[in-house]
Each structure stands twice: as structure tokens, then as C-alpha cells.
């Protein structure tokens, strides 16, 4: 049940854009996307609760598609801070005390 | 405003030892606390879901006897690694929320090391 997250890796020089997916065989209650930097704790990003949703804030936005099996991330004109490696935590419709799911992870690097 | 609070940081002790880890909210109140490990370069793994005032929940093959979790109150949790060994060390990280449809606020981890 562990959503699939595509790419595992991206390199991006300084303002390129990136698209990061999260794949789930399964309908979605929720997609929570979080950032985390080495040796650092995850930083919440976004959350996303319905079918057909798109929000974002600054250069940094997420859509959640209308099957609700589907997320991406998306990170336009990148700066160095963006550098870390993204989770898409999901949680399944009765799953047990609304817990997240978390993928593998993509590891963002970001090149002056 | 969403902090949430995790000591200590890190932690070097002996085998044998038990080790107790904190985790607070500190704006607000977090009616589900939950606890990750992470091994390097992996991704999260959910060690147990814990509701104020109520037993906690293992995910599978998570020993209950090792890893015990309180919740006393509303803005405390706290997970206890007893008699730790050296393949315990990791990276323990908790989150809190406020309800479901609130995102899960991390602590900043705590390092354990067993020697």
C-alpha cells in the first residue's frame, strides 16, 4: 500500500522546473506532501483533501487528480533551497486513526 | 504557530540502557501523536499511533514491550526504547495533529545511539 513516488532522483540547475508524482493503487482520504532536509526532521508542505484539487503558495504547488489515486509536487523557477528530498504521505479512506502512509522519496538537488 | 517540540536531540548511551523521548505540541492541541523511525536515506516507517488517554497502536512487527508510548495529556507524548542494543540506533522522529484533516507537524528527531 505504499504509494509510488517517480522520479527516486532529479537534478535541476537554479530556476528549472520539476514535477514530482505519487501514485496510489488505491482512492485517497488525503495527500500530505513534506520536505526534508539531511539529518533533518520532514517540513510540511501541502495537504490535499479533494478530488480535482490544486493549491499552492508561492512557486510551490500540488494537484490531487479527481480518482484521488493521484498527486504531484509541483517546484517551478527551483532555488538552492529547495534542494532536499520529498515525501508524498497518503492516507487511505478507513485507514486506521488517519495514518500516513509515507513513499520512498525524491531526492531534489538543486545546482547554482 | 504548529511547533512541535522533541527532546532530546540525540542520545549516545550503553546497551542495556532505557532511553525516554519526548515529544510536545506546543500551539495547539494534538488529539493523534505518532512515531517514526528512519534509517538513512529511507523513507519513513510508522512505528505506532498514539490517542490521548488511550493505549497506543503497534503497526506490525513493532515490539510493544520495547517500545513503550504514553500519552498523558493533550500536548504530550512520549515514547521509552527500554533496555536498548546497538540495532535500535536510529533516527526517531514524532508528529502531532490536531485532527484529520490537519496536517501531521513534526518534532526535529531525536539520534539514538547504542554502543
Known amino acids: 500500500q505504499q504509494p509510488v513516488q517517480s522520479p527516486q532522483a532529479v537534478i535541476l540547475r537554479e530556476g528549472e522546473d520539476a514535477v514530482i508524482n505519487c501514485s496510489s493503487s488505491?482512492?485517497?482520504?488525503?495527500v500530505h506532501w513534506y520536505r526534508q532536509k539531511h539529518g533533518e526532521a520532514p517540513v510540511f508542505l501541502m495537504i490535499?483533501?479533494?478530488?480535482?484539487e490544486q493549491k499552492g503558495h508561492d512557486k510551490i504547488s500540488a494537484s490531487f487528480n479527481e480518482k484521488k489515486q493521484q498527486s504531484s509536487l509541483y517546484l517551478t523557477a527551483s532555488q538552492l533551497s529547495y534542494s532536499g528530498t520529498y515525501f508524498c504521505?497518503?492516507?487511505?479512506?478507513?485507514?486506521?486513526?488517519?495514518?500516513?502512509?509515507f513513499g520512498k522519496g525524491t531526492k531534489l538537488s538543486v545546482k547554482p | 504557530g504548529a511547533v512541535v517540540s522533541q527532546h532530546p536531540s540525540w542520545v549516545i548511551c550503553k546497551s542495556g540502557t532505557s532511553v525516554k523521548i519526548e515529544c510536545r505540541s506546543l500551539?495547539?492541541?494534538?488529539?493523534?501523536m505518532f512515531w517514526y523511525r528512519q534509517f538513512p536515506k529511507q523513507s519513513l516507517m510508522l512505528m505506532a499511533t498514539?490517542?490521548?488517554?488511550?493505549?497506543?497502536?503497534?503497526e506490525q512487527g513493532v515490539e510493544k514491550d520495547k517500545f513503550l508510548i504514553n500519552h498523558a495529556s493533550l500536548t504530550l507524548s512520549t515514547l521509552t526504547v527500554t533496555s536498548a542494543h546497538p540495532e535500535d540506533s536510529s533516527f526517531y522522529i514524532c508528529?502531532?495533529?490536531?485532527?484529520?484533516?490537519?496536517?501531521?507537524?513534526f518534532g526535529d528527531g531525536t539520534r539514538l545511539s547504542i554502543l
Open positions: 504521505g497518503t492516507e487511505l479512506y478507513g485507514g486506521s486513526q488517519g495514518n500516513l502512509i
Open positions: 508528529s502531532a495533529r490536531e485532527d484529520r484533516n490537519q496536517p501531521q507537524h
Open positions: 488505491k482512492a485517497l482520504y488525503s
Open positions: 490535499l483533501l479533494k478530488g480535482g
Open positions: 498514539s490517542n490521548e488517554g488511550s493505549k497506543a497502536t503497534y
Open positions: 500551539d495547539f492541541q494534538a488529539t493523534t
